[in-house]
Each structure stands twice: as structure tokens, then as C-alpha cells.
């Protein structure tokens, strides 16, 4: 039988965990956790989950980074209600983290302003579909792929996810461990085991 990680059965071992986990998903592009799902609430009031990449995480202030196009379905769902849940899960590890918390959207702010420069051109390409063909319009063909990256810098924004709750599920052969942290809006924080 593999030994138990140092993390388990410990509340605050299995946070630092975490927290190195997602700081790991933002370096590396083959963590499991690099491409989570990130839910919202639809404007017709039904759930919305989509593929995101994690492109930045912030342990102190528990805030993680996402790049969307302003003219995506999720800009408008956040403005309308900033709720967000994100998951991630890495199935080598048996490790599943789930998120709460709310969005914040970046546009001609230093937040946006600094992603974009360190955005790479290919990153940059995305955002520079045609004026008013946004992610999800039909089209009866598909486009081709745009030259100028520079072109997608008025479509570029940046989601803040402020976590204010982190569920950790660790699948074990000898026994599952689930924790839960939440953090009012004061930074103070309560842990607590659940059951699996």
C-alpha cells in the first residue's frame, strides 16, 4: 500500500496542499488543474460550466486569474450576478479541489493591462475574431485564423475569482478524506472535516 501523503489527516497540511496545487496548475500547462471548469449562472437563470485556463493565483489574497473575450456569454452572466464555482480535479492524484466565490471583471485596468502584456501573441490571436462575432455566434463556415494579435486587445478582459470557500476530496484506498475551508469577507477563515 502507498504511505499517506504528509497532508493527510491534517487540516492545515491538506490547505498548503492545495494551495501548492493550484499554484502549480497556473506553471504548468500539463497539471490537471492548468484547464478547470468554471461555473456561472446562465442569464436564464440555468447553470453554465465551461473549459478555463488558470493563468494566474494569488495564495494570500486567495484570488485566481482567468482571460476571457468581452463578448462571451460569461461576461454578461458575471456582470448579471458575479457568483462563481470553479472545480479541478486530477484523476493521477484522486484529487478534487471545488471553489466559490465571486468575479470580479478587468478591462482597461492595471489587471487587465498586465495580462495582456504578458500574454503571449498565440494567446493573443483568440481575441481578435472579427468585430461583433463572439464566442458561440454561428457561422456557416469557420474563420480563418486572425494575423494581427494586437487586434483583440478591445476584447480582452480579465475574471478575478475571490474564493471565499475551497472543498478538497482526496480518494484514498484507505478511507477518503474530505475537508472544507470558507473565508468571510474579513479574511478570517474556519476549516472543518466532512464526510466524504
Given at each position: 500500500?502507498?504511505?499517506?501523503?504528509?497532508?493527510?489527516?491534517?487540516?492545515?497540511?491538506?490547505?498548503?496542499?492545495?494551495?501548492?496545487?493550484?499554484?502549480?496548475?497556473?506553471?504548468?500547462?500539463?497539471?490537471?488543474?492548468?484547464?478547470?471548469?468554471?461555473?456561472?449562472?446562465?442569464?436564464?437563470?440555468?447553470?453554465?460550466?465551461?473549459?478555463?485556463?488558470l493563468r494566474g493565483?494569488?495564495?494570500?489574497?486567495?484570488?485566481?486569474?482567468?482571460?476571457?473575450?468581452?463578448?462571451?456569454?460569461?461576461?454578461?452572466?458575471?456582470?448579471?450576478?458575479?457568483?462563481?464555482?470553479?472545480h479541478l480535479y486530477d484523476?493521477?492524484?484522486?484529487?478534487?479541489?471545488?471553489?466559490?466565490?465571486?468575479?470580479?471583471?478587468?478591462?482597461?485596468?492595471?489587471?487587465?493591462?498586465?495580462?495582456?502584456?504578458?500574454?503571449?501573441?498565440?494567446?493573443?490571436?483568440?481575441?481578435?475574431?472579427?468585430?461583433?462575432?463572439?464566442?458561440?455566434?454561428?457561422?456557416?463556415?469557420?474563420?480563418?485564423?486572425?494575423?494581427?494579435?494586437?487586434?483583440?486587445?478591445?476584447?480582452?478582459?480579465?475574471?478575478?475569482?475571490?474564493?471565499?470557500?475551497?472543498?478538497?476530496?482526496?480518494?484514498?484506498?484507505?478511507?477518503?478524506?474530505?475537508?472544507?475551508?470558507?473565508?468571510?469577507?474579513?479574511?478570517?477563515?474556519?476549516?472543518?472535516?466532512?464526510?466524504?
Amino acid at each position: 500500500m502507498t504511505p499517506a501523503p504528509a497532508h493527510a489527516g491534517d487540516l492545515d497540511a491538506t490547505l498548503a496542499e492545495a494551495l501548492r496545487l493550484l499554484a502549480r496548475g497556473v506553471a504548468d500547462r500539463r497539471h490537471a488543474f492548468h484547464t478547470p471548469s468554471l461555473a456561472s449562472i446562465g442569464q436564464d437563470g440555468a447553470p453554465q460550466a465551461r473549459t478555463v485556463v488558470l493563468r494566474g493565483f494569488d495564495a494570500a489574497t486567495r484570488r485566481l486569474r482567468f482571460h476571457t473575450d468581452a463578448r462571451s456569454a460569461k461576461v454578461a452572466e458575471f456582470v448579471a450576478d458575479p457568483r462563481a464555482a470553479l472545480h479541478l480535479y486530477d484523476a493521477s492524484a484522486q484529487i478534487q479541489l471545488r471553489l466559490a466565490g465571486s468575479i470580479s471583471l478587468h478591462a482597461e485596468d492595471s489587471v487587465a493591462e498586465i495580462a495582456w502584456a504578458s500574454s503571449r501573441p498565440m494567446s493573443r490571436m483568440i481575441y481578435a475574431l472579427p468585430s461583433g462575432a463572439g464566442p458561440g455566434t454561428p457561422l456557416d463556415a469557420p474563420q480563418p485564423a486572425p494575423k494581427d494579435p494586437e487586434a483583440g486587445r478591445p476584447h480582452f478582459r480579465v475574471l478575478v475569482l475571490s474564493m471565499a470557500r475551497l472543498e478538497w476530496l482526496w480518494l484514498a484506498a484507505a478511507g477518503h478524506q474530505r475537508a472544507c475551508y470558507d473565508w468571510d469577507e474579513t479574511g478570517a477563515s474556519r476549516a472543518c472535516w466532512l464526510v466524504p
